[in-house]
């Protein structure tokens, strides 16, 4: 039985590995003790405050497999991105250069500096066990945050976004970013972990102080670095293709240190906001609920903010029904409502992207 739940100072250790382990490393989830156990206090204030608009707020999670008693994944949301530091991205845009003297003419791509995703919502900071990716664990840790925004719209943007790690290559036995070597290279001289590293344990006020603020234009890249500009990192092509599912759709931003995408989506619009509704709850033995979808199911507590996987069985007039063992980890009782969405989502076909 897996749950998701707001994290705990008990999680501590658990957190700690799985940013040792992620792969590759999260610049919003260092392995850094200091700087996780401040994440899960900010994510216990901020439970605990009352919100009425979203601002420099931080919700951390974590999964937990009740059968082993072993927290075995964790993602977090910022209620704004920017609240504290300014987001910044890279933004893909197209400049014209003509002239009418030469008859010349040419569409030129560039990057541009921006911080204008900085009052949306970010899905961040998410790392799993090994032995759970790409399964129901990994699907019900990644968009449980989503029931719990449904639950509490005031606490976030209308926008939300979700920034994936950029493309390595392996080289001299060592993961490299393209992106990184032709660009941040130059300005920081310091290799991609170390200055990753730094941007999660750190300030982020080093970038805008270093990086260029004019336009970098693509062609004088290396071809490896342009390839590399929007291109996720193999370890999360499931993650994405989940994600645009979702309702997600990739943007113009990009991520400044390794040229990972960044996704976008307007809450309203996603499949999980559309599909999900409330639903008492009836309670029956495990043998007795007929076959059905896999669903989603939260509980109304914000503290106490529960998530688990369910049959979507629903008797004739509505009712949701629950195992007792379900039921109990929600901490709901026989009439009581709860949240709930059928887990499978649409296909999509980025060629219509």
């Known amino acids: 039985m897996l749950v998701v739940r707001p994290a705990e ?25 200091d700087r996780l156990e401040e994440r899960i206090t900010r994510s216990q204030r901020s439970l605990r405050a009352e919100i009425d608009f979203p601002g420099d707020e931080i919700y951390c999670f974590v999964l937990e497999d009740l059968e082993t008693q072993e927290v075995v994944g964790t993602a977090s949301l910022r209620a704004e991105a920017g609240a504290r530091e300014a987001y910044y991205t890279y933004r893909q845009e197209t400049l014209i250069h003509a002239s009418q003297q030469l008859n010349v003419r040419h569409e030129v791509q560039t990057l541009a500096l921006s ?83 730094m941007a999660g344990i750190r300030s982020k006020s080093f970038i805008a102080e270093v990086m260029p603020p004019f336009p970098l234009y693509l062609p004088l890249l290396t071809p490896q670095a342009r390839a590399a500009i929007g291109r996720e990192n193999q370890r999360h092509e499931y993650a994405m293709q989940e994600m645009l599912a979702e ?72 009712q949701l029904m629950l195992t007792p063992e379900q039921a109990e980890i929600l901490g709901v009782e026989e009439g009581r409502a709860v949240l709930a969405v059928p887990m499978p989502l649409p296909a999509v076909d980025e060629g219509e992207l």
């Not at 033995?285 to 049959?311: I, K, T, W, Y």
């Open 9 to 33: 100072s008990r999680d501590l250790l658990a957190l700690e590995r799985l940013a040792a382990t992620a792969t590759p490393r999260l610049t919003n989830l260092p392995p850094h003790r």
């Open 115 to 197: 911080h204008e995703v900085s009052d949306a919502t970010l899905l961040c900071a998410l790392s799993l066990d090994a032995r759970y990716r790409e399964t129901d664990a990994d699907s019900l840790l990644r968009r449980a945050r989503l029931m719990f925004i449904a639950q509490y719209p005031e606490r976030f943007a209308s926008e939300l976004a979700v920034a994936f790690p950029g493309y390595l290559e392996m080289r001299d036995g060592c993961q490299i970013s393209p992106f990184w070597d032709s660009v941040g290279q130059h300005f920081f001289d310091r290799d991609f972990n170390e200055i990753n590293q």
């Open 247 to 318: 309702g997600f759709s990739r943007s113009r931003h990009v991520d400044i240190f390794d040229a990972g995408p960044l996704l976008l989506a307007e809450r309203e619009r996603l499949h999980t906001f559309a599909n999900c509704g409330w639903h008492p709850v009836r309670i029956r033995p495990a043998e007795s609920l007929p076959d059905a979808v896999p669903a989603m199911v939260a509980n109304q507590h914000l503290g106490g903010f529960r998530c688990v996987l369910a049959r979507y069985a629903l008797t004739p007039t509505g």
